[in-house]
């Protein structure tokens, strides 16, 4: 077995070696430092990445349809699946008796 580890190793600068890289940054003068405002405007990755939450929350199952229906709302372009769903919503909204309690 090998004695070599899969993790990636960060080596950290030495104090004088950071303090270089430092002096080179703010002696360049297309590296301009942050204002306060923006580095109180940041917010972390997790926060701005991905598609924004819905208001309407969607379960996400697996489900098999026949292939006629899925080729009939594949063949309708983009946003099939936002077609299909709202065709179901409809047949339930026609067969359920509808109650103000939600």
């Known amino acids: ?13 030495s104090v004088k070696d950071n303090a270089r890289v430092v002096a080179a940054a703010k002696a360049d003068p297309d590296a301009k430092p942050m204002t306060n405002a923006q580095l109180d405007a940041l917010v972390p990755l997790s926060v701005a990445r991905g ?3 819905s208001k309407n929350k969607k379960l996400l199952l697996s489900v098999r349809y026949s292939v006629e229906v899925v080729e009939y ?11 299909m769903d709202s065709v179901l919503r409809q047949y339930v909204s026609e067969r359920v008796p509808h109650s103000n309690a939600k």
């Open 1 to 13: 077995m090998s004695n070599t580890s899969s993790k990636r190793v960060i080596l950290m600068p």
């Open 51 to 53: 598609r924004p939450k």
């Open 73 to 83: 709302f594949r063949s309708t372009g983009e946003g099939w699946q936002a077609r």
